[in-house]
Antibody, heavy 120, light 108 residues
Framework: EVHLVESGGGLVQPGGSLRLSCAAS????????MHWVRQAPGKGLEWVSY???????HSADSVRGRFTISRDNAKNSLYLQINSLRAEDTAMYYC??????????????WGQGTLVAVSS | EIVLTQSPATLSLSPGERATLSCRAS??????LAWYQQKPGQAPRLLIY???NRATGIPARFSGSGSGTDFTLTISSLEPEDFAVYYC??????????FGQGTRLEIK
């Protein structure tokens, strides 16, 4: 069974940094691209960043230059380094995996999320 | 960036009724469109991918249709557990991947 478990969220001051982690199990992690998606309180879903199985990356304009996605296939783990945090980055951060390993099939698996709150 | 516009924002129906949710793209996404259901305090759940393919374990009462710029999610007969927020998502011309703003399906 596929499991994705995020961690690393918390309360941080504006301008601060956090490193989010997503521990994956139940599938061959190295074969799948992975994504981060966030959701501000009471708001909709926003795609944040993508990393391919070979570590090519894409990020949303709103986070480019501040957020860095990475992966460690040996540890079955996905990461999101978030720097220069702003109040508008306050959100639940989810890691998500495509339903299948090739092509586009939507995000078939999601973690439970980790909450990032930015406030002084 | 492709903008997805969902309508209506809120849909009030009774169990047993048919629900029709719309998602319109600002430019063609072919069939690279997915639908998600999200309940309070939970992560989204994939319902439909490639516009019309049901994901694993999704009941047959959920169906998706459309291509290009106009898409529909239909729930043929609402069950109590179907009342939630629904999002569409595209990955045709990316980055970025974009989501619609959501449709809240509430009990009438």
């Amino acid at each position: 069974e596929v499991h994705l478990v995020e961690s690393g969220g918390g309360l941080v001051q504006p301008g601060g940094s956090l490193r989010l982690s997503c521990a994956a199990s139940g599938f061959t992690f190295s074969s799948f691209s992975m994504h981060w998606v966030r959701q501000a309180p009471g708001k909709g879903l926003e795609w944040v960043s993508y990393i391919s199985s070979s570590s090519s990356i894409h990020s949303a304009d709103s986070v480019r230059g501040r957020f860095t996605i990475s992966r460690d296939n040996a540890k079955n783990s996905l990461y999101l380094q978030i720097n220069s945090l702003r109040a508008e980055d306050t959100a639940m951060y989810y890691c998500a995996r495509p339903l299948i390993s090739s092509g586009w099939s939507g995000f078939g698996y999601w973690g439970q999320g980790t909450l990032v709150a930015v406030s002084s | 960036e492709i903008v997805l516009t969902q309508s209506p924002a809120t849909l009030s129906l009774s169990p047993g009724e048919r629900a029709t949710l719309s998602c319109r793209a600002s430019q063609s996404v072919s069939t690279s469109l997915a639908w998600y259901q999200q309940k309070p305090g939970q992560a989204p759940r994939l319902l439909i991918y490639d516009a019309s393919n049901r994901a694993t374990g999704i009941p047959a009462r959920f169906s998706g249709s459309g291509s290009g710029t106009d898409f529909t999610l239909t729930i043929s007969s609402l069950e109590p557990e179907d009342f939630a927020v629904y999002y569409c998502q595209q990955r045709s011309n990316w980055p970025p991947i974009t989501f619609g703003q959501g449709t809240r399906l509430e009990i009438k």
